[in-house]
């Protein structure tokens, strides 16, 4: 088992709300990355957090916003939720930003469910 | 970005049988080429890696090759264990921040 956790592990929301992820990276661990994983496909890259400044981003809208804070943990946010929102939300984290040079660490994940 | 194709997408062998996974990427200039396995309800975790100066390299039952000319690289699993059953997702990357996986492969051992 890693030392990443999320909360909370599932939750469900209705079409246009909002909604708040958390992630706890591995201790001595300074990046923090989020993935989206829709059912049957590998993770998609959201963003990823290198001492606590947003440090690349994927194809995903505005309305996916994240957090890093002082401990390194992390939040991701979702505004106006969709449908196709509805995935698995993985967050992993890694003692730098550069997945070719250091391992990444994933946590459990949140399942997110709206309807 | 990279472009990273991975076959099969299910795989069913009987137990003690090899397995094998394939993976085809774009970018040449790809060096760093990781395997996951994900196990059901929990995250993806890294089970072996291979860098682009080596051909392959093995980790007990596993194994990873590498050819560089054709842009592809295989993951391998010997003497397959029910326990070995989960999806796997190979990645290629450059130096970039944003990994971008396969699709998966499902992975089931028959005992």
């Known amino acids: 088992e890693t030392g990443v956790t999320q909360s909370p592990t599932h939750l469900i929301k209705t079409r246009g709300q909002q909604v708040t992820l958390r992630c706890s990276s591995q201790?001595?661990?300074?990046?923090v990355s989020w993935y989206q994983q829709a059912l049957g496909q590998g993770p998609q890259f959201i963003f990823q957090?290198?001492?606590?400044?947003?440090?690349g981003r994927g194809n995903f809208p505005p309305r996916f916003s994240g957090l890093q804070f002082p401990n390194y943990s992390s939040e991701l946010n979702v505004n106006a939720l969709e449908l196709d929102d509805s995935a698995l939300y993985l967050c992993?984290?890694?003692?730098?930003?550069?997945?070719?040079?250091?391992?990444?660490?994933f946590g459990p994940g949140t399942r997110l469910t709206v309807l | 970005g990279e472009n990273v194709e991975q076959h099969p997408s299910t795989l069913s062998v009987q137990e003690g049988d090899s397995a094998v996974i394939k993976c085809t990427y774009s970018?040449?200039?790809?060096?760093?080429f990781p395997w996951y396995k994900q196990e059901l309800g929990k995250g993806p975790q890294l089970i072996i890696d291979?860098?682009?100066?080596?051909g392959e390299k093995k980790d007990q039952r596993i194994a990873v090759t590498l050819n560089k000319t054709a842009k592809h690289f295989s993951l391998h699993i010997t003497e397959t264990q029910p326990e070995d059953s989960a999806v796997y997702f190979c990645?290629?990357?450059?130096?970039?921040?944003?990994?971008?996986f396969g699709k998966g492969t499902k992975l089931s051992v028959i005992p």
């Open positions: 957090y290198y001492r606590e400044e947003e440090n």
């Open positions: 990645w290629a990357g450059a130096g970039s921040y944003q990994l971008t």
């Open positions: 291979i860098r682009s100066n080596v």
């Open positions: 970018d040449s200039a790809s060096n760093y």
């Open positions: 992993a984290s890694s003692s730098n930003p550069k997945p070719t040079s250091v391992t990444q660490y």
């Open positions: 201790s001595g661990h300074n990046t």
